[in-house]
């Protein structure tokens, strides 16, 4: 089992910046890839970033350029940094790990809201 508890979440102007962490428990010797994804309200839930242990990234179009996904192994925390802020990325915030066995763990989200 793992246990993820994501935090940083909050309101940010138009164009500011804001960065999440995600913390990770229990089995995190499993973990393979850590992940960010996000859902705004009436859609459905997307990946936003993505980190696997050796190093190869993913990220939305929406979001390259912008944001940028790490991790400290040694930490067990995942981190997301996010510049350049726009309306269109207010949404709940969900971290996301990946076990070397595909089993898949959330945490509880966090309310990333970018207005003036």
């Known amino acids: 089992q793992v246990q993820l508890v994501e935090s940083g979440g909050g309101l940010v102007q138009p164009g500011g910046s804001l960065g999440l962490s995600c913390a990770a428990s229990g089995s995190t010797f499993s973990i393979n890839v850590m992940a960010w994804y996000r859902q705004a309200p009436g859609k459905q839930r997307e990946l936003v970033a993505g980190l696997s242990r050796g190093g190869s990234t993913r990220y939305a179009d929406s979001v390259k350029g912008r944001f940028a996904i790490s991790r400290d192994n040694a930490k067990n925390t995942a981190y997301l940094q996010m510049n350049s802020l726009e309306p269109e990325d207010t949404a709940v915030y969900y971290c996301?790990?990946?076990?070397?066995?595909?089993?898949?763990?959330w945490g509880q989200g966090t309310q990333v809201t970018v207005s003036s």
């Open positions: 996301n790990a990946v076990t070397t066995d595909g089993v898949r763990y």
